[in-house]
């Protein structure tokens, strides 16, 4: 049985490709193929995350992620949570369920907030495409003052919720 | 490339798994499909939903839009548009560029590609069903200020 509830979004837009349809065909037909590239975009990229995420679950001790990316982790941690984050390639919703699975296993919330900035915009494969296309300075100037912003926020935004996390990370 | 070496890795992993303990495989597999399936509903929804912002905010329209707008108006407008939309990178750097070369700001495009990336509120919700809107609202908040501060130090840089 599917439930309903959780597809409301879904069928509201639906809903509003349907009206659109009637008043403007053409616009309706370009949702569609806009829309089907999204959901290509997403089913080539998720498969493969969910299994890590499956397997880390399984297999990974919390104490290695603590050990490596947890409270006490320091410079090591940050570095980390960086160069995980740049390495990636994808939309960044698909850092989300990583992000849910560090946070199960102890990964200190400032790093969380480190690895979804680093992988927003500071992706390596990004920053070769930008420079490519828009010029070097342009990129580069972007890139570092994002990886000090990145910083500079993560350490912020984890002092206004550290004690909800840890609450969050007791449950 | 990368989702190439993705699925390499998912794959030798699960095959490493499996050779190990089926166990333990078949419950990661179970844990996967189960995560999937959770945050399906809610991804269906933002799909649908950037596919019609981004049909109806097409190229042509926001380069219309950066194009007539400067100064700090103009700032605030593509940042907004930033903000909302989800537009994959090999389309929006190719947009920038050839914005840039049609006369468009230096700071109007850096602070459009910086939300861009950074800022998402149509994927808010589904942010907000992993961290709690409290983080949600934090991050893209601060991301949004800090957009400005990027493309006020790239304009200076750039001039």
Do not use: C
Request: aromatic content about 12%; cysteine-free.
């Amino acid at each position: 049985m599917i439930r309903i509830k959780p597809y409301l979004l879904f069928l509201a837009v639906v809903f509003a490709d349907l009206i659109i349809f009637f008043f403007k065909p053409a616009l309706a037909a370009e949702i569609v193929s806009a829309t089907g590239r999204h959901f290509l975009q997403m089913l080539s990229i998720l498969p493969p995350i969910f299994l890590l995420i499956g397997l880390l679950d399984v297999w990974v001790p919390r104490e290695k992620f603590m050990r490596f990316m947890g409270e006490k982790s320091g410079v090591t941690g940050i570095a980390l949570s960086i160069l995980l984050g740049a390495a990636a390639a994808g939309p960044l919703y698909a850092a989300f369920p990583l992000a849910a699975i560090m946070i199960k296993k102890g990964v200190k919330f400032r790093n969380i907030l480190i690895f979804l900035g680093a992988w927003s915009t500071m992706k390596i494969p990004m920053l070769l495409f930008e420079i490519s296309s828009i010029g070097k300075e342009f990129a580069l100037t972007r890139w570092f003052l994002s990886l000090t912003g990145i910083l500079i926020m993560s350490f912020l935004i984890d002092r206004f919720v550290q004690p909800a996390y840890d609450r969050r990370a007791a449950d | 490339m990368f989702e190439i070496i993705l699925y390499i890795l998912a794959i030798t992993f699960l095959v490493i798994s499996f050779v190990k303990d089926r166990q333990k495989t078949r419950a990661a597999l179970l844990k996967a499909w189960k995560a999937f399936t959770g945050i399906f509903p809610a991804l269906a929804g933002i799909l649908t939903l950037i596919g019609l912002l981004l049909s109806v905010l097409s190229p042509e329209i926001i380069s219309g839009l950066l194009g007539q707008n400067t100064g700090f108006w103009g700032m605030i407008l593509t940042s907004v548009i930033g903000a909302i939309t989800l537009i994959p990178a090999f389309i929006a750097f190719p947009l920038a560029a050839s914005l840039l070369q049609s006369g468009a700001g230096i700071m109007q495009i850096a602070v459009f590609v910086s939300t861009l990336m950074m800022v998402g509120i149509v994927t808010a919700p589904l942010e907000a069903k992993y961290f709690g809107w409290k983080v949600v609202l934090l991050r893209n908040g601060f991301s949004y200020l800090f957009s400005f501060a990027v493309a006020a130090i790239i304009g200076v840089v750039l001039a």
